[in-house]
C-alpha cells in the first residue's frame, strides 16, 4: 500500500513537472517490522515515519509520502507536510470472511470476532454491536486479508476504506461505516508528503498537490488531536464536513469498551480570500502543515476550531476518560 500511495504521488507530480526525475526509495519502519504487538502497545509515536524521516534528514531523499493519520501532530523540528492530497473516502469500511458474504456486523451470530488493530475502532464498535467481540489483527493489507480468508479466526476485519480502495480492492468492501457507526480517524483517507521545511524548492514544487478542502478539514482534525494530546494508545474519533464555505467538526473520544464517551460538533466560516502572504509569515505551519496556495485566515480558523472543540470536551470530563483509557492500554 506504500509503494501504491508513492507511486499515485509520483505520478501527479511528473504530471505536473515532465522535465524532472523521481525516483523511488523503498525502506520498512518499525511498524512493519513489529507484527505480533498492537499498534497501541507498542507507545512509540513515529512508528512508521521515523526511518523515513532520519532518511530525509540526511538528505538521501526529498520527500517521503505518508498515511496522514501515520504522522503525529507535532513533527520533529525541521520537517513540514509540504502536500496534503485530496482525501479518499475517509470511513472505515468492514471486510467479512468468505462464509458470511451478504452480511452486516448487526447480522452477525453472537459472540462472532472482528479483527482490528485500532482502539478507536473497538471502542465505538464494542458499544454499537455489544453481541460481537474484537480482537487485535496485525499485518499490512495483504497479510490482514489472509489471515481472515484462509483461518476462521475472525468472522470479519474492519480497516479503512481508502487503502482498500487504493488497492483497488474495493470489491471486498462488504459494509461501510457512516458517522453513526463509527467515526474516523484523524487524517483517515489522505496522503501526506512529508519535506524538510527550510528547502524551498522542494517546498514549492510539492504545494501544488495541496488540496485545499482537505487542507483545512484536517488541520481542525490535527488541532483537536494535539490539544486532546491523543494519539494510538487512545480511542479519539473525527467526523468533518465542509459545505457553504463552513467547516464542520464532529469529535469524539471513548473509554476502551465504549461505555463511557464524549462527542460534540462545532462550526466555523472558512472563507477567507487569499492574501499574498510573502515574508516573514509565508512559512507558517498549522499543526505540522505548510500550505502557501491555502489561505492563512481559513487554516487559523480551522485551526482554532480544532482547538476549541477539544476544550470543550475537556471542560466535560474527556481528560478523565483519556487518561483511564491510557492507564488501561498500558496495563
Known amino acids: 500500500l506504500a509503494r501504491i500511495q508513492t507511486d499515485s504521488v509520483v505520478m501527479m507530480l511528473r504530471e505536473l513537472y515532465p522535465d524532472l526525475r523521481f525516483e523511488i ?67 472505515d469500511a468492514v471486510v467479512f470472511h468468505p462464509k458470511n458474504c ?30 460481537l467481540e474484537f480482537r487485535d489483527i496485525r ?7 489472509k489471515k481472515l ?23 471486498r468492501i462488504g459494509q461501510l ?12 483517507g489522505a496522503l501526506a508528503v512529508e519535506v524538510r521545511a527550510k528547502d524551498q524548492e522542494i517546498l514549492n ?32 474519533a473525527v467526523n468533518t464536513l465542509l459545505k457553504d464555505g463552513q467547516l464542520y467538526l464532529t469529535g469524539a473520544v471513548y473509554s476502551l469498551d465504549g461505555s463511557d464517551s464524549l462527542k460534540e460538533t462545532m462550526q466555523t466560516s472558512v472563507t477567507y480570500p487569499h492574501q499574498n502572504e510573502d515574508g516573514p509569515n509565508d512559512d507558517v505551519q498549522h499543526v505540522g502543515i505548510t500550505a502557501k496556495n491555502v489561505p492563512g485566515q481559513a487554516q487559523e480558523a ?12 475537556l471542560s466535560k470530563g474527556a481528560k478523565h476518560i483519556l487518561s483511564v483509557a491510557r492507564q488501561l492500554n498500558d496495563a
Not at 499485518?139 to 486479508?145: A, Q, Y
Not at 474492519?158 to 482498500?164: D, F, I, M
Not at 514544487?205 to 481542525?220: E, K, Q, R, W
Request: glycine share 8%; net charge negative.
Open 25 to 91: 526509495v523503498a525502506m520498512s519502519t518499525t511498524g512493519d517490522k513489529i507484527l505480533d504487538t498492537a499498534l497501541s502497545k507498542i507507545g512509540e509515536k513515529s512508528l512508521f515515519t521515523k526511518e523515513l524521516e532520519n532518511a530525509l534528514e540526511r538528505n538521501e531523499v526529498d520527500l517521503v509520502v505518508h498515511s496522514l493519520k501515520d504522522l503525529p501532530t507535532s513533527l520533529p523540528p525541521g520537517f513540514t507536510i509540504g502536500a496534503v492530497c485530496k482525501r479518499e473516502n475517509p470511513l
Open 102 to 131: 451478504g452480511k452486516t456486523l448487526s447480522l452477525l451470530p453472537e459472540k462472532s470476532v472482528i479483527g482490528t488493530s485500532s482502539l478507536r475502532r473497538a471502542a465505538q464498535l464494542k458499544k454499537k454491536f455489544p453481541h
Open 139 to 145: 499485518g499490512n493489507l495483504n497479510t490482514r486479508l
Open 149 to 171: 480468508d484462509e483461518k476462521e479466526d475472525f468472522s470479519a476485519i474492519v480497516l479503512a476504506a481508502a487503502g482498500l480502495k487504493r488497492m483497488g480492492w474495493e470489491n
Open 177 to 188: 461505516l457512516g458517522p453513526e457507526d463509527c467515526l474516523y480517524a484523524v487524517g483517515q
Open 205 to 236: 514544487m510539492v504545494s501544488a498537490l495541496h488540496d485545499a478542502d482537505t487542507v483545512l478539514c484536517c488541520i481542525a482534525e490535527r488541532a483537536f488531536m494535539k490539544r486532546l494530546e491523543g494519539g494510538c494508545s487512545v480511542p479519539v
Open 302 to 313: 480551522a485551526e482554532n476550531l480544532g482547538v476549541e472543540l477539544a476544550s470543550l470536551l
